[in-house]
């Protein structure tokens, strides 16, 4: 299936580009493997040859393709490839997947009394979405974004990436985080689209996301379908 194209996602070859980085975190391309002629790979990808140039020039600017002027273009893997979704841990099962999001519900709020004390106001803004990996419903998440980041924030202007958002259109950067992982019963407000009902187990992984001077900006907590993600770390 092609990646998205629907609003709030990113740009076509930025998801080519990431999908492809993933793959290559994944293992599921290898150092020197040589890639599809362009004209095909476009083809197989449903996309033009302009726009896998595009991607494919992200790619080489990470660092991770050797373009061979009349031999082809060629993997170059590194020991932790980094993209837009290098904080991102969850892989389809059998490796890889390009993530993307449906926004679910966006409010502002008082935060609740059991999130961990973070950041200056009372409030937060609490952002719900569907993850999915490779058009796979994989994963729920709720975000709670500190309200001294942001006055509002509206639901259409959010893409793919919230990271991205935070960098791009409210100059917050996300520099680091600390994950917990562990089970938690699925949520009752969880689209029967997830595939898993209220109560169900699910993998839980709870993060805490420093900005660029320590605090914590964000917490959040994520419920995947181990039937169809896991959370990965890699130290190569």
């Known amino acids: 299936m092609p990646p998205s194209q629907q609003g709030g996602a990113l740009p076509l070859y930025l998801q080519i580009s990431e999908m492809l980085i993933r793959d290559i975190a994944a293992g ?38 050797d373009r061979r002027q009349g031999s082809g273009n060629y993997i170059r893997s590194k020991a932790t490839p980094e993209g837009i979704y290098a904080f991102f841990r969850l892989e389809l ?32 803004h609490r952002i719900r979405r569907l993850r999915f990996l ?37 100059g917050l950067w996300i520099t680091g985080y600390e994950d917990q992982v562990g089970l938690s019963p699925c949520p009752g407000w969880a689209p029967p689209e997830f595939g898993q009902p209220p109560g169900a187990p699910c993998g839980l992984v709870e993060r805490q996301s420093r900005a660029r001077d320590g605090s914590i900006a964000e917490v959040s907590r994520n419920w995947f379908d181990s039937n169809v993600a896991r959370y990965v770390a890699r130290m190569r």
């Open 28 to 65: 599921r391309l290898v150092d020197g493997a040589r890639l599809p002629p362009e004209r095909d790979m476009a083809k197989s990808l449903d996309i033009s040859v302009g726009t896998l140039r595009k991607a494919l020039s992200e790619l080489e600017s990470h660092g991770l393709l």
């Open 93 to 124: 099962v059998a490796g890889g997947g390009l993530p993307t999001a449906r926004v679910l519900d966006v409010a502002r709020m008082q935060k609740p009394a059991d999130l961990p004390c973070f950041g200056a106001s009372i409030d937060a």
């Open 134 to 170: 490779g058009a796979q419903p994989a994963a729920v998440e709720e975000i709670w974004l500190d309200a001294g980041h942001a006055e509002t924030i509206v639901a259409a202007d959010l893409s793919d990436s919230l990271y991205l958002y935070y960098r791009e259109v409210l």
